[in-house]
């Protein structure tokens, strides 16, 4: 079950980020940006689900592609600062999991509820660290790599956007 974390929870979860622990919870949701938790579905049928999350995500709407957390947090504010007011590109800045296999599942829950919820999204991409195991991570859930910089690398979605009618 997919669920945007309410304040005290992101406070609690995002210490645990092993991608970007410098970014504070503030930043996290803030201006365009939202932090979202896989959890156990409710229903469960054998056991009593648990209350802590599965995997952890945070993804900010952007009208750009960004090359860095600088510009990440530029162009998902920009609108509140007189820049560009739509936003078309979903930015998924860092992930984690605490169960194998929720990472992946979390990033495609995601994707599917944004293509449900934000029609105005064109472009869906990654602003991963320059590792091996975010390459690997990517290319294997079928991104393609779009860009590498010098603190970070790109990899685009969009092809998962292809039900979208915008």
């Known amino acids: 079950m997919l ?7 992101i406070d609690l979860y995002t ?4 991608v970007r622990p410098h970014i504070p919870a ?5 201006h365009g940006r939202q932090v979202w938790g896989l959890f156990e579905d409710k229903y469960a049928l054998y056991d009593e689900p648990s209350h802590k999350p599965r995997a952890i995500i945070c993804v900010a709407y952007t009208w750009d592609i960004p090359t860095n957390e600088q510009e990440l947090e530029r162009y998902s504010h920009a609108h509140s600062r007189g820049g560009p007011l739509s936003t ?3 930015v998924f800045y860092t992930v984690w999991s605490y169960d194998a296999g929720a990472g992946r599942e979390i990033v495609n ?6 293509l449900d919820t934000r029609k105005e999204i064109e472009q869906w991409v990654t602003l991963s660290p320059l590792t091996e195991m975010a390459s690997r991570f990517h290319i ?5 790599l779009h860009s590498v910089h010098d603190t970070c690398q790109v990899f685009e979605y ?8 915008t």
């Not at 210490?15 to 092993?18: A, E, L, M, N, Q």
């Not at 829950?109 to 944004?114: C, D, G, P, R, S």
């Not at 969009?158 to 009618?165: A, C, P, Q, R, V």
């Open 3 to 9: 669920q945007q974390l309410i304040p005290a929870e």
């Open 15 to 18: 210490k645990d980020d092993p």
């Open 26 to 30: 503030e930043f996290r949701r803030s």
């Open 88 to 90: 078309d590109t979903a």
């Open 109 to 114: 829950t995601l994707a599917a509820h944004i």
């Open 140 to 144: 294997k859930n079928g991104a393609v």
């Open 158 to 165: 969009s092809h998962l956007l292809k039900g979208n009618d």
